[in-house]
């Protein structure tokens, strides 16, 4: 069986057959213990392997959650084409908490951005220049998030009973592929786009990540404990 060498984060693509189905996916070789295979919305799969970790091995599991990936894709493909990229321009839409909102840039002696009606304002004496716009909703994002996450945080963190931790830290972040995830020093990392998304779907991320702190791996047994301390968190995901 071919082994690939310890190289970090070489990278190279595969292909496996489940049934009449091809699966194409790219292997990443990083210094990781466990393998993990993301679906992406642009119908990208990619595997994380652990460096020298057997191709064949790679293959096995690739074919092992070929249901799930297939599932995967067939509901990223829902959603094509995928949205075009922001404009910061007055009339685009942009979502906070799960409500749409039309950006509204106007001039004025000072850079500020704030919810007004069905209107997300931005303020700026600099109103062509979209670089200067990106910053500033993003930044409001940024800054509701913390705040937002915190509270929620705090809100659902005693539904998960038996952590060794009061308060886990939580850092924010703009990721491709995930809404959170938890690290072995009990870390909590959140998008910051997850702000865009309902309050209900918010905390079915931040549960999900809580019940990490417990069970590491997404075993039966996680997937009991999340649906004991939130039950309807298939319809959340979804």
Known sequence: MSRVPNVSTSEHRETVHFGQTAITFSVEFRQRKH?????????????????????????????????????QLDWFDRFRPLPAPRQYLSGETHCYLGKRYRLKVFAGDRDEVKLKGQYLEVETNRINDRDTVRTLVQAWYREHARTLFLRRMEACLPRV?????????????????????????????????????????????IIHELCH????????????LLSKVMPDWEVRKS
């Open 35 to 71: 393998l993990g295979i993301t679906v992406y919305p642009d119908l990208r799969v990619g595997v994380a392997a652990p460096e020298g970790t057997d191709l064949e091995e790679i293959r096995r599991r690739v074919l092992k959650r070929a249901p799930w990936i297939l599932k």
């Open 213 to 224: 702190l417990r069970i590491r791996q997404h075993s039966r047994a996680f997937y009991q």
């Open 161 to 205: 009973t038996g952590l060794t931790q009061t308060m886990p830290p939580v850092l924010l972040r703009r990721l491709q592929g995930r809404w959170g995830s938890c690290s072995k020093a009990g870390r909590i990392l959140l998008n910051v786009e997850l702000i865009q998304a309902a309050v209900d779907c918010i905390d079915y991320v």
